[in-house]
Every structure is written in structure tokens, then in C-alpha cells.
């Protein structure tokens, strides 16, 4: 009869509590994730070489980020190709720059400007090609309730954002692939998730799946293509007044059957909803977005996409990868409701 002995060593888990086993996977994902970050901002600091000779353009340089950050390149010694919608913006501009800083005055909604403004960067850039472009040009009024806007409304804003923003980067991409170079597409967290109606958010979901596209059709050539996704930030753009006056310049020319459907006291209420949404989350630091995209434009590594603003990075990106449902409450429960 066969003797079966018991062995004396015990398995290790009876010895060891379980907690510590937690302990190690926690220090081992803890560890992990420090040396991404130590990787990650080593890799991100790496410059590309040679800046002082390369061109960027960059349309909608009147005001706000595009003016910004044209004077920001120019002081670091890029060659700045601003383009401006008034002659006197591109006065004002060339005041406070350097003369590398070159200026065009463009409308990007009309293709015989867009034509001239390729042959201009043509002569500009020579054989060097274009390293940077950045569509920044863009508009957000008119913006209200769906059903307080018409086509001609829609058609405003999606041909400024959109579509001249598409038809600039058609017209200037090979002088990009010459120079294996960067376009850098300005859209909006509002290309993530969409909380108000109007062109301004369909046209910035049109710039994040054209720059997606974009991107992968160009990688074989050595561009790259990075989206900046600002939250809400103090710019001509938002102005609290000008938004109030042309939501209450749409609400004044709503049908009467419409009017009738809200209430008259409706406009009220809404606006004061959508002022404290503005203002709550605001910021005043502008220089988030410029600092965004000159890192797309010379580091050696640029992001893909670049969300400035802590609003965009801890409220409307995290909403947005939650159910539909969840989010959809979270954004209407507090809007007032119609008569």
C-alpha cells in the first residue's frame, strides 16, 4: 500500500497576505505609469531643428489666438505668413513684429483670395516649402436653437470653418509635403460634444473627422497633422455681448408658431442659463492655445490632439465618453423649459 506524504512547505499566498500582493500590483502600476510620464516629457521636449528658416502660415490673424500666436513665432524667429480678413488688422499686425513677419489679407470664403494667397506663399517660400500651416480662421455667431436659426445661418459659420478651412488646405498641401511639414487644424472641444445649436459645433465636428483623414492619408509623405480642441476661453469669439445680441436678434425674428411654442419669457431665462454656463467656466489665460499650437508645430513629436483648458480636459472630454443618456441629462437639466 502506497505511503502518500503530506509536504511540509506551504504554498506562499498561506504565508503572505493577500493585501500585499495589492500593494505590489499597486506599486508596479504606479511605477509604470511615473515612467511614462518621465518618457512622455522627455520625448515632447524634443525640438526640430533648422526653426529660424521655416515658414508657418497661418489664416485669421485680426485677433484672438491666430494674432497671438503670429507675434509669439516672430519673436522666436520662425518666418510668420499671416493672413488677416481687413487690411487694417494686417496693419496693426505688422506694427508689432519683426520684418520676417510677412501679412495677406484673405478671406477664406472665397476661393479667387485663396487662389492669390497660394500664389503669394509660393514666391514666399521659394523650394523651402511650407512647414506650418494653421487654420485658425473661424467665427462661432450666429449660434441659438436649432429652430431659431435657418440655412442661411448654418451656411454662415460651416463656410468659414469648415469648408474655407478645407479648400486653404487643399490649395497649400503640397508645398506642405515639400517640406514634410505640419498643418495644424483649430476646431473646438465642441468637435467632441455638442451642447448648443447652430453651425459653429457641426462645422467643428467636419474639422475633426477631415483632420483625422487628413492625417492618415499624409503619414506616408512625413506630415503631421495635430487638432487643437480649446474649452471656453476670453476671446472675441464668446464675447458675452456680442453672443446675447445675436441670440436675441434670431429670437426676435422667430416665426410667431415658434415664439408661441417657447413662451415669450423663454428667451430671458435662456440666456441667463447659457451667460452662467460661459462665465462659470471661462478662462482668462489665452495663452494655453498658442502654447499648444506652436508645440504642434516644432516638436519633433507633436500631439495629435491638444485639449487647452482645465473645462475641456475635466468636464467636457470626460462627459463626452459617457452613455448618451447620462450625458444628455447632465446638459438639459438645468436648460428652462418651454411654456
Request: hydrophobic share 40%; proline share 4%; net charge positive.
Amino acid at each position: 500500500m502506497a505511503i502518500q506524504h503530506r509536504s511540509s512547505v506551504q504554498p506562499v499566498t498561506d504565508n503572505v497576505p493577500l493585501f500585499l500582493f495589492g500593494q505590489m500590483w499597486l506599486y508596479v502600476l504606479l511605477s509604470s505609469v511615473v515612467l511614462y510620464l518621465l518618457y512622455r516629457w522627455s520625448r515632447e521636449r524634443q525640438e526640430v531643428s533648422n526653426l529660424t528658416s521655416k515658414y508657418v502660415l497661418i489664416t485669421g490673424c485680426d485677433t484672438g489666438f491666430g494674432n497671438i500666436l503670429a507675434r509669439q513665432l516672430d519673436k522666436h524667429g520662425m518666418r510668420v505668413l499671416a493672413t488677416c480678413l481687413t487690411q487694417e488688422a494686417a496693419e496693426q499686425l505688422k506694427k508689432v513684429s519683426s520684418e520676417r513677419l510677412k501679412t495677406f489679407q484673405l478671406d477664406v470664403t472665397k476661393t479667387e483670395t485663396i487662389k492669390a494667397a497660394t500664389e503669394w506663399v509660393k514666391q514666399q517660400v521659394g523650394d523651402n516649402g511650407l512647414w506650418g500651416l494653421v487654420n485658425n480662421a473661424g467665427i462661432a455667431i450666429p449660434t441659438a436653437l436649432t429652430d431659431w436659426l435657418t440655412i442661411n445661418d448654418f451656411h454662415k459659420v460651416i463656410n468659414v470653418n469648415l469648408i474655407g478651412l478645407i479648400e486653404v488646405t487643399l490649395s497649400m498641401l503640397g508645398m506642405v509635403k515639400k517640406a514634410r511639414g505640419r498643418v495644424v487644424n483649430i476646431s473646438s472641444i465642441m468637435g467632441r460634444i455638442s451642447f448648443i445649436g447652430g453651425g459653429y459645433t457641426v462645422s467643428k465636428y467636419g474639422v475633426e473627422a477631415f483632420s483625422d483623414n487628413l492625417r492618415r492619408d499624409l503619414r506616408c509623405f512625413g506630415v503631421k497633422v495635430s487638432i487643437i480642441e480649446p474649452g471656453f476661453f476670453k476671446t472675441a469669439i464668446i464675447d458675452v455681448q456680442r453672443v446675447e445680441n445675436s441670440l436675441r436678434a434670431n429670437w426676435s425674428r422667430v416665426p410667431a408658431e415658434t415664439r408661441e411654442s417657447y413662451g415669450e419669457a423663454y428667451i430671458d431665462t435662456f440666456w441667463k442659463y447659457q451667460k452662467d454656463l460661459i462665465q462659470s467656466t471661462v478662462s482668462t489665460d489665452v495663452s494655453k492655445v498658442p502654447n499648444c499650437i506652436e508645440h504642434a508645430l516644432i516638436a519633433v513629436y507633436p500631439r495629435t490632439r491638444y485639449s487647452p483648458g482645465w473645462d475641456a480636459k475635466f468636464l467636457w472630454i470626460p462627459l463626452s465618453y459617457l452613455p448618451t443618456v447620462i450625458s444628455d441629462f447632465l446638459l438639459t437639466y438645468r436648460t428652462p423649459k418651454p411654456a
